[in-house]
């Protein structure tokens, strides 16, 4: 089974509306952090957000909220008044387990979501 | 301006050739990362670098070999490569044990092998 699903390969929306892109996961670990990027054309992966499995509260970053809801394993990116810039890929991803003082964060990405912002 | 710098930023060669893709980064972080993206492919972690301990996925050919001369660059060489490996190589770090461990990417090389 995948650990991310991106069921939105693409997605439209206005200029200056409210758009939600969807994310569920698949994981029996009970820490875990889920995190959000941005790739415009030129490649670059721009985080974005993060939520902890322990975070009681959606985590938000400016325009950006990660509408969590842990009992149904998903994380839906909200960005607010859309911009034209906001046109690009974006990835859902989870690193599985909890921290220690060496770990590093192996993240499984989705598939992605292509979102075009028009006028 | 992304504290990850990633040269070349394309390249193309030859399945004869060998070249390296360079990583440098500027973040203070001790462990690093090299991902792969194909094209309608999710990103694929190829190797990490963690307190100079190196994980590697062990479906990644050997014509691929990394090498992390210390917590600030990072090196993907390259040789012998198939036209199936032409993708984006994404380089990224993150700071060990930190609240989120966050991965901060590149800017990526575009490989093209002809």
């Known amino acids: 089974a995948q650990k991310i699903t991106q069921t939105q390969p693409g997605m439209f929306v206005q200029e200056k509306e409210a758009v939600t892109l969807d994310c569920t996961y698949d994981?029996?670990?009970?820490?875990?952090?889920l995190f959000w990027y941005k790739q415009p054309s030129s490649g670059e992966m721009i985080f974005l957000i993060y939520?902890?499995?322990?975070?009681?509260q959606n985590a938000t970053e400016g325009r950006y909220s990660l509408n969590f809801q842990k009992a149904r394993k998903s994380a839906n990116l909200v960005i607010s008044a859309s911009q034209l810039g906001d046109s690009a890929m974006y990835f859902c991803?989870?690193?599985?387990?909890?921290?220690?003082?060496?770990?590093?964060?192996?993240?499984?990405f989705g598939t992605g979501t292509r979102l075009q912002v028009t006028l | 301006e992304t504290g990850v710098t990633q040269t070349p930023r394309h390249l193309v060669m030859g399945m004869t050739n060998k070249k390296s893709l360079k990583c440098e980064q500027h973040?203070?972080?001790?462990?690093m990362y090299w991902y792969k993206q194909s094209a309608k492919k999710p990103l694929e972690l190829m190797f990490v670098?963690?307190?100079?301990?190196?994980?590697e996925n062990n479906s990644v050919p050997s014509r691929f070999s990394p090498e992390c001369p210390n917590s600030s660059h990072l090196f993907l060489h390259l040789h012998t490569l198939q036209p199936e490996d032409s993708a984006l190589y994404l380089c990224?770090?993150?700071?060990?044990?930190?609240?989120?461990?966050?991965?901060?990417f590149g800017e990526g090389s575009w490989l093209t092998v002809v």
């Open positions: 990224a770090s993150s700071q060990t044990g930190n609240s989120g461990n966050t991965i901060y």
């Open positions: 994981t029996s670990d009970q820490s875990y952090g």
């Open positions: 939520q902890g499995s322990y975070d009681e």
């Open positions: 991803a989870m690193r599985e387990g909890s921290l220690g003082a060496g770990t590093a964060s192996k993240l499984t």
């Open positions: 973040l203070g972080h001790n462990a």
């Open positions: 670098y963690s307190l100079e301990e190196r994980v």
